[in-house]
Structures are given as C-alpha cells and as structure tokens.
C-alpha cells in the first residue's frame, strides 16, 4: 500500500528564495508531524497537525516558517526568504490518530540553501 | 558552517551478536518513550514503544528497557544481522510531543 509520501525530494535554492514542502500521508491517518533533521543530528519537531488544525507550533524556528493542511490530507510546510541554516532534511510523518505512537514516515525532503 | 561528517555514537557488533544500545532522556514526565531505526538516506521506522509506567516491553527480537530512577532507556537487539546496521534513536513523547536523541550508529560486520 502507499506510504507517506514528499516531494520534492530535493531541493536547492538560493539565499532569500521562499520554498514550499509538500507531504501526502497516508490515506485516513489523521495526525500529520513535520520534522527537521541536520546532518547527523536526530529529529527536530517542527509541527503537528490534529485534521486541519495544528494544536501546538512550539517547534517552529522562527515566523518564516508556517505550515498547512487541507483536511485530512496533504500538508504544506513554506519557509520564506530561505537562510543557509535551513539546509537540512525535512521529514513528514502520519500516525492514525494523535497519540498513536506508532508514526508512519517519509522519505524526506533534502533542502540545499545557497 | 555546515558540519563535516557524521559524529554519532558508533556501537560496532559481530553478526549473532546481541546489541545493546542506550539513551538518556530528560523530562521525567514523558508518558511513553520509542526507538526508531534509520536506515541512510530513508525516514526513521518505527520499532518499539513503552509507557512511561512500564520497565521492560518485548518484540521481535527487540527488548526495551526503562529506568526511570536514572532516566534512562536501552534497547536491546538479539542476534543482530547486518540487516540491523542503522542509526538509532530513542524518543521521548510528552502531550504528543516527541523530542529525539541525537542516535547512535549501530554497525554489524558480517
């Protein structure tokens, strides 16, 4: 069956550019996690979402970075006006329902800032 | 700058061997604790999990420990196979919030 999926699974771009991440999860989880992972370092969370609404955004760095998700489906992370620190591996996961532990992910997206 | 290279734990077993990887945690109220298995360029999978009022859960191969007292985790692989050769990272979930330790690469030689 279809696993979370993400795309793109690379992306490069220049210093200031504003990037949107997309994630599709598994069809009826309706917990959605985004996650941020620098080289050799473990999972940052970022964000979840319970359905459409994101009960808790503690995990954002900073206000260039917001999320959405439409319904029970596919998710949006943007970052505006891209720094180099951003360059890491974004990672999305889907569990059935918030407080299954059990979380489902992706492959992940590669984010190169120039 | 970026960093260079990758700076984790290493944990370097012969295959059959039983493997035994450990975890610190901080947050004495965190209700459950879990181990993912990421293998190089994949998302984590998950493996285990154990409620915070518990001290030892069994799978498949797997055991996990808890020491509350000390705040520590362990995870415990019996007759590891090269298949196992992952980095491995503990998580500690607090109101559904997960935050993960750094990992500790375990390397199988055949």
């Known amino acids: 069956g279809a696993g979370v999926s993400q795309s793109p699974s690379n992306k490069v771009t220049e210093k200031g550019k504003d990037v949107e991440l997309r994630c599709d999860p598994i069809s009826g989880h309706t917990a959605l996690y985004w996650y941020r992972q620098r080289l050799g370092q473990g999972l940052e969370f970022l964000i979840y979402?319970?359905?459409?609404?994101?009960?808790?955004k503690s995990g954002l760095p900073s206000d260039r970075f917001s999320a959405e998700r439409t319904g029970e489906s596919v998710s949006t992370l943007t970052i505006q006006r891209t720094q180099q620190e951003d360059s890491a591996v974004y990672l999305c996961?889907?569990?059935?329902?918030?407080?299954?532990?059990?979380?489902?992910f992706g492959p992940g997206t590669r984010l190169t800032v120039l | 700058g970026e960093s260079v290279g990758l700076h984790l734990p290493t944990l370097s077993v012969q295959e059959g061997d039983n493997s035994i990887i450990n975890c610190a945690y901080s947050n004495s109220a965190s209700d459950y604790f879990i181990w993912y298995k990421q293998e190089s360029g994949k998302g984590p999978q998950f493996i285990i999990d154990?409620?915070?009022?518990?001290d030892k859960r069994q799978g498949q191969r797997v055991t996990v420990l808890l020491n509350k007292t000390v705040k520590h985790l362990s995870l415990q692989i019996a007759a590891t196979q090269p298949g196992d050769s992952a980095v491995y990272f503990c998580a500690e979930i607090t109101s559904y919030i997960p935050t993960f330790g750094r990992g500790t690469s375990l390397i199988v030689h055949p």
């Open positions: 154990i409620r915070s009022n518990m």
């Open positions: 979402f319970q359905g459409n609404s994101a009960p808790d």
């Open positions: 996961a889907s569990s059935p329902r918030t407080g299954n532990n059990e979380q489902f």
